[in-house]
RNA sequence: GCGCCUGUGGUGAAAUUGGUAGACAUACCAGACUUAGGAUCUGGCGCCGAGAGGCAUGGGGGUUCGAGUCCCUCCAGGCGCACCA
């Protein structure tokens, strides 16, 4: 009987199906484990052969550990709300409830195809109100909580508002708060909620008509479609993600996540640890007034060698401080500034600026030191000002080089001549206090001094800012705020804020979202609802969450459920989420934690980074002005085009011209030039997408192959992480295997061939070795070794002509998380009742695997001459002599003397002479 | 510029603690069976060399009895950050 996986994968698919056979439940008595995938956007593409790489690996994982006697939580759902869907509604009309519908219909469909274990009666779509009244009632969660810095986690506002009116806090007294008004009162409060309402500057974007988190924008264009991105004062909502940034950074020592994810979450925090340090302005005009230039450096030690400060061109306080002769210069160099948009700044960093004519006084010497503005200190970030030192920074030392400023040398013994030094293990000179220190010992030096005499203080900055979760488009969750008369955000308490039907997306005025448009929705008896809605992380940030108990209508997730599920074991995904994704849900997760409703502080404990798969497209070649194509080994002949083409009709390399004749009118008439009969493309590693033509669909690759080889050869390409093209050259080997082993069972005809005569010693050890590295391979998330071990053993099995049950069942369960399907056919077939799913993971018996000989490679001065066998418990002394006297040995010694004799038992020997 | 990662046959790759480099596949070559082969099976397959043997893990250097693996340095590719004071 031959492989039939159609028949076999469509009986298994609906018998699971039937069965609810990956339905799970809370079970105290097993441990559990919760193995998630990043869940996807149903986008109206489908799923394409990169796509599920990620997939597969955690559904193999989430089976294997399934058979290995955990209840394993293996969830899936559909981030399912988001832009794409929303422009197509503007393109097609069709409003997004319904495209997401059909889209999250294909993607199920394709998902099941593959085999994979989702329980689906825990899928979650962020788009469906049942979801997003509990994303709503977590985002009331975060602005009804404030971070206590003493406390160091989020509390409720309450706590605060009974600060404030029992013993102050902060600039504001008990007197103080008593006296506002409720307005102030919220107002004050608005300062320290963790979501947020504040009117600051923004990414937005006019042809998305939105704003958009930092993370959105990449090089100063949007992320999604390239759009310029520009910055705009706007009242946004944020959250207070800042105040988690020193948990968000401690927390990664402990976490397993890839070491560039970390270091990318790292840097994008970008904490710096320096002092802010006051310089009085020098100026009689403003003597009185007591103004004073905060600054914030990293390095306080280099403090006598500032020879100049430069501001952010931004800041008020220039206007201030700038005499009356720079007026005009002064103002020419701001407009400069603000005609420049943040691409042409990246792009041309020339040096530029502009005096003050205004002096600080140095806080030590009480000189004067002049006072620039200019570009190249950011208004965002620390104090937007700086005490410049140019012998230790390399702009400051550029701008003061062009601008003719002096570079005092407080670096004993360095010349400063053509460069800056930024090495802090040199010795400090001309620098009063810190005179003989070395820079690093200095900078704490420098800070106690400063603190002293109450010029400055210690200070930690961090780079990067709250979040921006506004946006002001239609496809999102509704803000459950209601802004009253008297300008008060105010929560709507009953959930969910339903997302009203609209029939057009386009903006609202001013700058509003769509929902602004529908005025009968945005008018309530209370006040105008927020038109705003939350951004694509807002749903992702919680959903591992709400699988643990799903359809749960009273509360986000049980704490029974939140306590048995707890952290995500392993999470599975695209890197690409590192910054956004991850550190927004570390943070929901905290601040959940931190208020008492879930036990852990962390969502993930691991993370795996799946590689990208890409399109390997193809190319042919059309001889300029014709219809004529010339193979690729003879393009270099003629003035030609490269063309893609359709991967998939290709054969590997080589064209099928008749279907290329069918692929497009023009090509009917087409003529060929062929090399050795064949017509060969050229070949790219590109992304793969529908404009290059080089997407490969799963469901063809099924039908032709089955998806128990579509999982095998995706697992086969190379290690998870790495990223490769997709080529289906190669498919052919895993199928082929997938068959012999089929054939282990199964002789020509059809009659099931095993025995249940007792295994041979050889058979246990092929069997137990296999079993070694299957297990090893797993915890290790190394698939692709796995297949080859799979193959190995089917090598050596189907050579020693193995009919034994006991043998052939375990290699079976072994296989099963792999290739689900055939591997439920035969369990089965050679007699079980039950699924395989419920199969107990063979454990190997080392007992087995003992030797009592070992043949050692034998090497003569480090190179491997022979091979000889001796028992393991051989004394060394044995061994030597043994050894000396082969004769292989002796020739490559030539009768040289022996100078070492390396023995490592059970591995190698060396001869050295 | 800074940080992280990766460089191994024609191709995808393996080598788990420093111990026989290239497992397992694919491509290719030769053969068997066959009406047929795009089924199946057998053998070959890093490079040079007739052979003995030599040379080989991006280049160069080092540590070691022994290095793909550790250290230094340079080169190439990928990813991230990029006026962050």
Known sequence: MEYNFTEIENKWRVYWKENKSYHVEIDTKKPKFYVLDMFPYPSGAGLHVGHPLGYIASDIFARYKRLDGFNVLHPMGFDSFGLPAEQYAIETGQHPTKTTEVNIARYKSQLDNIGFCFDWDREVRTSDPSYYKWTQHIFSLLFEAWYNPNSNKAEPI????????????????TA?????SQKQQQDTLMQYRLAYQAESYVNWCE????????????????????????????????????????????????????????????????????????????????????????????RPDTI???SFMVMAPELDLIDTITTAEQQQAIAEYKKYVSSRSEIERMADKKISGCFTGAYAMHPFTKQEIPIWISEYVLAGYGTGAIMAVPAGDERDYKFAKHFNIAIPNIFEGVDIAENTCTDKNVTLCISDFLNGLKAKDAIHAAIKKIEAETIGTAKTMYKFR????????YWGEPFPIIHTNDGIAKLVKELPVQLPHAETYSHGPNGKGPLANLTEWVQTADGLRET????????????YLRYADPNNENE???????DYWNQVDVYIGGAEHAVGHLLYSRMWCKVLFDLGKISFDEPYKKIINQGMIGGSSRFVYRVKDSNHFVSFGLKDNYVTNALHVDVNICDNLELDIEKFKEWRAEYTTATFELEDGKYICGTAFEKMSKSKYNVVNPDDIITKYGADTFRMYEMFLGPIELSKPWDTKGIEGVHRFLRKFWRLFYTDNGELKITSDAATNEELKTLHKHIKKITWDMEHFSFNTSIAQFMIVTNELAAMNCTKKEILEAVLITLAPFAPHITEELFHAIGNTTSILDAQFPKCNESYLVENTFLYPIAINGKARTEMEFAFDASAEAVQAEVLKNEIVQKWLEGREVKKFIFVKGKMINVVG
């Open 556 to 562: 986000f997730a049980s704490r029974e459920a939140t």
């Open 158 to 173: 309450t706590s605060l508002i009974e600060k404030f009116s029992t013993t102050g806090y902060q600039q504001i007294s």
């Open 466 to 473: 709250d979040a921006g979760f506004s946006r002001q488009r």
């Open 532 to 543: 705003d809605t939350m951004p694509g992380y807002a749903g992702s940030s919680w959903y």
């Open 304 to 306: 006598f060698g500032v």
């Open 176 to 180: 103080d708060w008593n006296s506002f």
């Open 207 to 298: 042809a998305l008509g939105t704003v958009l988190a930092n993370d959105e924008v990449v090089n100063g264009v949007s992320e999604r479609g390239n759009h310029p991105v520009v910055r705009r004062l706007m009242t946004q909502w944020f959250l207070r993600i800042t105040n988690y940034a020193e948990r968000l950074l401690d927390g990664l020592d402990a976490l397993q996540y890839p070491e560039s994810l970390k270091e990318m979450q790292r840097n994008w925090i970008g904490k710096s640890v320096g002092a802010e340090i006051q310089f009085a302005i020098n100026n009689e005009e403003l003597a009185d007034e007591n103004k004073t230039i905060r600054i914030f450096t990293t």
